[in-house]
């Protein structure tokens, strides 16, 4: 079984800051790690790996080539194989250009059984990309997997929505999208750390030569989302403090609901 | 002259941080108010590689990197200075296998020790042997397939739990120190048994025990090292684990406690203001951060002088002398800055303050290091 596993390097925060005057956000001085729900899809993958035969995971990651630290420690959780997307042309993409720019290279790797994505990405915060990919790759997809089963050629999933879950079965190729709830990552294994540094690590950075995405879809340029303006809603509060008797505060309060139309 | 973490170090490092901020803080104050070893935390060492930081790859270790093993050791003595004695303790014992085992004995107990989930235990120290540790009692006569053994020793951290123990014994008491030799044992040869568990000031949730030696058969091939030469390499051993087990130590408590100190002085109101805004107590964060930085800079250069494969005792000693002086130094004020709420249990700096002080005492006492460096730099005095 082949799984592919695709990792998006965020900043460490789950309250990122937006520049009020830019309105982008603020990267700079925040750590960055790999998006929480990605692990999840990783330690999904790496469990299928640990409990059947003959799988072999690989990790994609689009980013600059900072992120290069992501796909190490990707490789160190014992992933089998990782790859680095990174080319000018695919920056400022948004999901649209992003998930053109994944599949692309899912393409040029061919041959998958599985794709995992986290379930949404805590900068960006869309969770559009895994469903795009499966779109532009015609391939099923189950969204917010808290468990899974591989039986056969099909995986029965449990999807979790609001007020319960839905149990899908889909046939491989499939595309899963994961959430927290799917089970605990694991840590980066020491004696992994050291060989994913190492010419032994099966690691390689591509560019847009290797994969062929289309030029007119990807890229700031070619990117459909248009941010107007990103803001952080300003918290109003207004307070009426209401004194005297208890009766005269609770006929000031009906008086204060009425103005407001609330009663 | 260039200080920088390469990539693997930094990775390790945050693994390790993020480690002892989810597996050992979570239960710092349980196990030291219950005195309970954390036997489960060191599982998942064993699982996530931690315990093989730094060894031989041939073991199942990551490669040599003293300063890995170091970072490993901060991060975790910052939120558990007593898992971070059993864990660089262990590390310790195979620290000592490493530099005098032979090539089986590596491969029996090493790589145990290193991937197995195996604890290690180092034994030197007896009663009448602390400081002077040549005044070692406990006796080894030689048979025609063994050593038998016979004494008492005291001390023993991870002793109650250890699957594998180095243990110091006298091969020839005429030669005195050329007369001490290493013996490798392993838990549950006939004659080896643990007596009192220490019921200790700090570092409550480590494991301090007595051994009790009698008629303890140990095969020839467990000798470790060269006959008679025990003594030195056990010396030899300490000298490079006391970067670890103490310096390093040291400087994750006194890291966090500076930490706690910063949070808290900016936000305790006292006299309508933070109480950062008073000079003097300003004046004390400058000199913890300055100590803890100068402690910093001594414990990773003499790692990185053991990396290097440069001669690193004297400068080990000053890592181990001044980073566990600064820990208690820097607790010390930390409890100061934090007033009455200090010295509650409610907050971990009395537990750090309790667990700072070993690193002063084991691993060879403050005496002990100036001795060992005023020798070095004096020379031989005519
Ligand atoms: C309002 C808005 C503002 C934005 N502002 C900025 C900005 O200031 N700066 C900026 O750089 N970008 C910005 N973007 C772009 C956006 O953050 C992402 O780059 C976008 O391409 C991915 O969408 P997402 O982060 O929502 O991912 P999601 O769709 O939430 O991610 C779902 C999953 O898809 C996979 N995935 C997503 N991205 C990648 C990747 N690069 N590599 C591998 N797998 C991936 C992961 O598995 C992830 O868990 C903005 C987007 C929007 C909508
Ligand atoms: C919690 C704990 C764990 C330990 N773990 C281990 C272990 O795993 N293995 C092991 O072998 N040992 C271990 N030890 C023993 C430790 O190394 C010794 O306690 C230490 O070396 C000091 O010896 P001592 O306690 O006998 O003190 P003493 O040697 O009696 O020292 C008493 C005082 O005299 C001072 N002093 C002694 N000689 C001199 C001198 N020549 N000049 C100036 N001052 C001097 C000392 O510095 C000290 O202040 C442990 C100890 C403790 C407390």
Known sequence: MKIIVCIKQVPDTNDVKIDPVTGTLIRQGVPSIINPDDLNALEQALRLKDSHKDVHVTVLCMGPPQADVAIRQAYAMGADKAILLSDRVFAGSDTWATATILAAAIRRIGDFDIIFCGRQAIDGDTAQVGPEIAEFLDIPQITYVRDLVIKGSTVRAERMVEDGHMVIEAPMPVLLTAIKELNKPRYPRMQLIYKAYSPEADIVAWNNGDIDADLTQIGVKNSPTNVKKSFVPVKEKHCIELTGTSRAIATGLVDELKKLHII | ?382
């Not at chain 2, 597996?23 to 309970?36: F, G, L, N, Q, W």
């Not at chain 2, 805004?277 to 990773?300: F, N, P």
Request: aromatic share 8%; charged share 25%.
């Open chain 2, 1 to 382: 002259m260039e200080y920088r973490l390469s990539p693997q170090q930094e990775m390790v490092r945050d693994t390790a941080r993020k480690f002892a901020r989810e597996v050992c803080e979570p239960i710092a104050a349980e196990i030291d108010k219950s005195h309970r070893f954390p036997r489960e935390t060191f599982d998942k060492m064993t699982e996530c590689g931690i315990t093989a930081v730094g060894f031989p790859v041939a073991y199942g270790g990551t490669g040599l990197d003293k300063l890995a093993q170091v970072l490993v050791t901060e991060e975790i003595a910052r939120k558990c200075a007593a898992t971070a004695a059993i864990f660089s303790i262990h590390q310790g014992t195979a620290w000592t296998i490493h530099l005098f085992g032979t090539e089986d004995q590596k491969q029996k107990y090493l790589r145990p020790l290193l991937t197995g989930g195996v604890i290690g235990a180092f034994s030197l120290t007896e009663p009448n042997a602390g400081s002077d540790a040549s005044n070692v009692q406990t006796i080894a006569v030689e048979e025609e397939d063994c050593y038998v053994l016979n004494g008492t020793k005291c001390f023993c951290s991870n002793g109650g739990q250890a699957g594998i123990f180095v243990i110091l014994a006298m091969t020839n008491p005429e030669l005195k120190t050329r007369g001490i030799s290493a013996f490798i044992v392993e838990k549950g040869t006939p004659g080896l048994s643990i007596g009192k568990t220490e019921d200790k000031m700090g570092i409550c949730a480590s494991d301090t025990s007595e051994l009790i030696i009698k008629d303890l058969r140990v095969p020839k091939e467990n000798l470790l090292g060269k006959l008679n030469r025990g003594f030195n390499h056990a010396l030899a051993s300490i000298d490079g684990s006391r970067i670890t087990v103490a310096a390093a130590q040291a400087l994750g408590i006194a890291e966090e406690a500076l930490d706690l100190s910063v949070q808290y002085v900016k936000d305790r109101v006292q006299f309508g203001k933070p109480i950062a805004v008073q000079q003097g107590l300003q004046w004390y964060i400058a000199d913890m951060k300055t100590r803890i930085e100068a402690a910093r800079s001594l414990t990773y250069r003499a790692a990185a002088l053991v990396d290097q494969g440069e001669p690193y005792a004297t400068l080990g000693a000053m890592a181990k002398y001044f980073a566990s002086e600064t820990a208690v130094y820097v607790t010390n004020r930390a409890i100061q800055l934090h007033g009455g709420y200090g010295f509650m249990r409610d907050y971990p700096l009395e537990r750090m303050y309790r667990d700072a002080k070993i690193t002063e005492i084991y691993e060879g006492t403050s005496e002990i290091q100036k001795l060992v460096i005023s020798r070095e730099v004096i020379g031989k005095i005519q």
